[in-house]
């Protein structure tokens, strides 16, 4: 198999192939979110499994394609469905599909998921700006031997999510009439959740939510030089916070029910970064 990096040329030539559209701003959505994809007005459209040794989404409520077009006036590439870490791929195998869409162009990259609550002072349904992430529990998208085109070796990691972009999606907030949260969320493996016990220890090194994605994708952007925003639509509360089994189908019906905020949260910001 040839080398990330000869990949991700050869990803880029491809797409390249297909459309020469130039996205201004990367959105990626997360579980149950992907209907805002269909809010794009579409230039083109990409499946991840038409693109030679491209990883492709296997979970469901992710579709597993780029749109590319306009947003509020913007010009995007959405990713519809992302894959994830415990889908069995390389690490730096799932970050790239965020490190093609800033090689075609992207400077921003907005991220969402779903993500449990460890915050006692959330609830089901909640959305939260991410304004850091802890990502000790997987391993680095950086690992390895650094692709120098792409950022340095030993990147700062002090203002992974933008502090002006989270200003942004909090004004839109207010703006909406929306109750928006801010936190720290924290990354784990998958695909199992956790244990009680694991979120009482998560709490304590300051977790607010949990989540199987989006950091390696942040740190693989801030490697590039990106900016970059994130949201997290908090689907149900971690284990142990309630009585309740914790299921896919919550987290899909849970954003399904807050579909509406967060779209209209998402597109507003959009526009103001745009």
Do not use: W
């Amino acid at each position: 198999m040839a080398d990330v990096y000869e990949r991700l040329m050869s990803a880029l030539a491809y797409v390249r192939s297909k459309t020469a559209f130039v996205p201004k701003l990367a959105l990626v959505l997360g579980s149950g979110l992907g209907a805002l994809a269909d809010d794009v007005d579409t230039v083109a459209e990409i499946s991840y499994g038409e693109i030679p040794e491209f990883p492709i989404s296997t979970v469901t409520g992710h579709d597993g394609r780029f749109v590319f077009g306009y947003l509020e006036n913007v010009p995007v590439v959405v990713m519809s469905g992302r894959v994830h870490y415990y889908e069995g791929y390389d690490v730096q195998d799932v970050v790239m599909p965020v490190r093609l869409m800033g090689m075609l162009g992207a400077e921003t990259i907005f991220l969402t998921n779903a993500a449990g609550g460890i915050n006692k002072s959330f609830s089901s349904g909640a959305l939260m700006v991410i304004e850091d992430h802890i990502s000790s529990l997987v391993p680095s998208p950086l690992r390895g031997k650094n692709i120098d085109c792409l950022g340095v070796r030993f990147p700062d990691m002090s203002t992974v999510y933008s502090k002006e972009l989270r200003n942004i999606i909090r004004d839109s907030a207010k703006e909406l009439s929306i109750d928006i949260k801010e936190g720290i969320y924290i990354q784990t493996s998958g695909p199992n959740y956790e244990t009680p016990a694991e979120i009482r220890a998560y709490e304590r090194m300051g977790a607010d939510a949990v989540g199987m994605s989006t950091a390696i994708e942040a740190m693989a952007a801030c490697h590039m030089g990106k900016r970059v925003c994130g949201i997290s639509c908090i689907t149900n509360m971690a284990a142990g916070l309630n009585a309740a089994p914790l299921t896919h189908e919550e987290v899909k019906e849970t954003a399904d029910r807050v579909s509406s905020d967060f779209k209209r949260l998402v597109r507003l910001s959009v526009s103001r970064m745009g």
